[in-house]
C-alpha cells in the first residue's frame, strides 16, 4: 500500500508565479515529513522539512504546511523560477529510526 | 571533502550476470539505505543498514544482496533474480543531526 502519495505526476507554472505541490499520506505514525529536489541523473537534494508539531515551515521562497487532520501537506514555491523545473518527492519518517518513506514525485516545469 | 560516493555513473551488464554498485561515505554517519527510483514510482527502499555488521530487507529486497562490514561502505549486489535490473540506483545516509537523509550521486544500471 502507498502510505505516501503525490496524486500529481506533473504540474507546469509561469516564472513568477506561485508552484503549489501536493502530498498525502495515511500512516497516523508519520510525524517528519521532508522535500526533495531531484535533477535527472543525480541524487535527490533536501529542501525543506516539517515535524509534526508544526503546521507551517518557510525558508526563503519555499513554504510548506502541514494539515495532520487531513493528513496532507503541501510545498509552496514563490516566486518560482526556471531553475526549479525538477521532480519533487514528498517524503515521511515515522516517531522512531530513520527510514523514510517516500512519494511518486511530481515534475515540476517552470516556463520562462 | 565529505559526501557519499558511487561508481560508476553508468554501468553495462549482460542478463543472468550479478553486477555489484559500490556507495562509500565519509560523512561518519551510522545508517545506509539503497534506493531503486524507475519513472514513475518515486523512490523505493532496498536495503538499509541502521549500523555495521547488521542490515534489514526494504520494500523490494528480493533479488539483491548487500553487505556492511565497514561503516564507511554499503556495497549492493543486484543478483540474476532481479527480474527488472534496469533502473537508477541511488544510496543515502542519515544524519541524526539534520534528521534528513543525504543521497549519492546514483548509478544508472543497465542490462542488456
Known amino acids: 500500500d502507498q502510505q505516501v502519495k503525490q496524486n500529481s505526476p506533473s504540474l507546469s507554472v509561469q516564472e513568477g508565479r506561485i508552484s503549489i505541490l501536493n502530498c498525502d499520506y495515511t500512516?497516523?505514525?508519520?510525524?517528519?515529513f521532508l522535500w526533495y529536489k531531484k535533477y535527472p541523473a543525480e541524487g535527490p537534494t533536501f529542501l525543506i522539512s516539517?515535524?509534526?508539531?508544526?503546521d507551517k515551515n518557510e525558508d526563503g521562497r519555499f513554504t510548506v504546511f502541514l494539515n495532520k487532520s487531513a493528513k496532507h501537506l503541501s510545498l509552496h514555491i514563490v516566486p518560482s523560477q526556471p531553475g526549479d523545473s525538477a521532480v519533487y518527492f514528498c517524503?515521511?519518517?515515522?516517531?522512531?529510526?530513520?527510514?523514510?518513506?517516500f512519494g511518486e514525485g511530481t515534475q515540476l516545469t517552470v516556463n520562462p | 571533502d565529505g559526501g557519499i560516493t558511487q561508481s560508476p555513473k553508468y554501468l553495462f551488464r549482460k542478463e543472468g550476470q550479478n553486477v555489484t554498485l559500490s556507495c562509500e561515505q565519509n560523512?561518519?554517519?551510522?545508517?545506509m539505505y539503497w534506493y531503486r527510483q524507475d519513472p514513475g514510482q518515486g523512490l523505493r527502499l532496498i536495503y538499509y543498514?541502521?549500523?555495521?555488521?547488521?542490515?534489514q530487507k526494504g520494500d523490494i529486497a528480493e533479488g539483491y544482496s548487500v553487505s556492511r562490514e565497514k561503516k564507511e561502505s554499503f556495497p549492493l549486489t543486484v543478483t540474476s533474480a532481479q527480474k527488472n535490473p534496469t533502473a537508477f540506483y541511488l544510496c543515502?545516509?542519515?544524519?541524526?543531526?539534520?534528521?534528513?537523509?543525504?543521497f549519492g550521486p546514483g548509478t544508472r544500471l543497465t542490462v542488456l
Open positions: 543515502a545516509t542519515y544524519s541524526g543531526f539534520y534528521n534528513e537523509q543525504f
Open positions: 543498514s541502521q549500523i555495521v555488521n547488521d542490515f
Open positions: 560523512l561518519n554517519h551510522d545508517a
Open positions: 517524503a515521511a519518517k515515522g516517531t522512531s529510526g530513520s527510514r523514510l518513506t
Open positions: 516539517i515535524s509534526s508539531i508544526k
Open positions: 500512516n497516523s505514525m508519520f510525524d517528519y
